[in-house]
Each structure stands twice: as structure tokens, then as C-alpha cells.
């Protein structure tokens, strides 16, 4: 019988020292390395921010297919999708922003643990909190930033996010009344406010083939 099944009411181990105790890594045989080599890729996480209607799932999802096309293992997380199961949850209040991107990256870590390109698009605005995902990725971390100006994004505003923010019936939105700290040195920026998707796609393969995160077909 564990340890943690034989304490009772009267215990006074905490939580964390109940984990730190109990909770052992298990190293699988089948390594990174070799999951990469069957995919006949690396795995890595492509992480798009930028605000609202700056076009991170359309180029996400752009970038997807033009992967697919080359026969890699993708997946893409999508910031609205994780709201109805992973995060559903968590508010859009500053801690569980936080909490929310803590959560998609330890998922994003583990996707790349299986060899598998990541695309995540995500408005993610604080800095530390993107920083503290690359912590948990490493060196297959790529910041994509689609960079497009607050009025593009709100002439677009396909579902009137913008407009309920400005009348005050979203609280801490994004651009209005929150802060988007944008990348200071991404390793991909991306013009979504003026550039073709096709344009944008193709920037983003380009960086993948230099990388030799993706191999030519």
C-alpha cells in the first residue's frame, strides 16, 4: 500500500509534498528522437499570437494544410476550442489567462514529445506567459506573430467581439480595456494586416525548411 493511502484525517502532508513523494516521471523506451524519425520530421510548437482578428487560426489553419500536404503529423490547438473542454473552466480574467496558456502549453510540450508540429493560436497577451511556454518546450519553441494593426482587426471583427467591448459589455478585452504585449524578437512576424494568406503561409514553410524543422518533399 502507498504512503499517501495509509495517512487518514489526521495527516499533515501537503499536497505539493504528497505529489513530490508520490508522483515519479516514467521515461518511455520509444524517445523523441525516434518518434521524429518516423514522422521523418521534429516536432515542434508553432505558437501564433496576436490580437483578435489578426488572423492566427485562418493562418494556422493554412499553415496545417500546407503541411499536411507534405506528409507531416500535425495538430492544431485552437484558442476558442480549448474554452469548450480543456479551459471551460476559466474565466478571461488576467489569472486564468494565465492559467489558461499555462495549460495549452503543457499539452503543446507533449504533442512535441510525440514528434508532432503544433500549431496553437492563441491571443496569449502577456510576454510571460509565452516566455514561461517556451520554458516548458525548449528549443522547438517558434513565436509566430501575426502583427496586424487594433482598427484592421476591428474593421474585421466577424463576430462583433470589438464592438460589445467598446459599449462595456466585455470586460477585459484584449486591446480595449486589457494589454497585448506584443513579441519583441519572434522568431517569425508575419503582415496579416496587409499581406495574402498565401504570402504568410509560405513565410512561415520557409522558416520551417531553414530550420530544418521540416524537411522538402
Known amino acids: 500500500m502507498v504512503q499517501v493511502a495509509q495517512l487518514g484525517k489526521g495527516a499533515d502532508m501537503s499536497d505539493n509534498q504528497q505529489k513530490s513523494s508520490n508522483v515519479v516521471w516514467h521515461q518511455s523506451q520509444v524517445t523523441t528522437a525516434m518518434r521524429e524519425n518516423l514522422n521523418g520530421h521534429r516536432g515542434a510548437v508553432l505558437w501564433f499570437t496576436g490580437l483578435s482578428g489578426a488572423g492566427k487560426s485562418t493562418l494556422a489553419n493554412a499553415v496545417e494544410d500546407r503541411l499536411y500536404a ?9 484558442g476558442d476550442n480549448v474554452r469548450h473542454g480543456l479551459c471551460a473552466d476559466l474565466s478571461f480574467s488576467d489569472d486564468d489567462r494565465v492559467e489558461n496558456i499555462r495549460r495549452v502549453g ?28 517556451r520554458s516548458i518546450v525548449g528549443e522547438n519553441f517558434i513565436e509566430v506573430h501575426c502583427d496586424t494593426a487594433l482598427e484592421v482587426c476591428e474593421s474585421r471583427d466577424v463576430k462583433g467581439l470589438y464592438k460589445k467591448a467598446r459599449a462595456g459589455e466585455i470586460a477585459e478585452f484584449t486591446g480595449i480595456s486589457s494589454p497585448y504585449e506584443a513579441p519583441e524578437n519572434p522568431e517569425i512576424r508575419v503582415d496579416t494586416g496587409s499581406d495574402d494568406l498565401s504570402v504568410c503561409v509560405d513565410q512561415v514553410i520557409a522558416y520551417l525548411l531553414k530550420k530544418s524543422v521540416i524537411q522538402h518533399v
Request: hydrophobic share 55%; no cysteine; net charge positive.
Open 106 to 133: 503543457e499539452v503543446a510540450g507533449l504533442f512535441v514529445q510525440a514528434g508532432v508540429l503544433t500549431l496553437t493560436a492563441f491571443i496569449s497577451p502577456f510576454r510571460a506567459d509565452r516566455e514561461k511556454v
Open 70 to 78: 507534405m506528409k507531416a503529423r500535425t495538430f492544431v490547438i485552437d
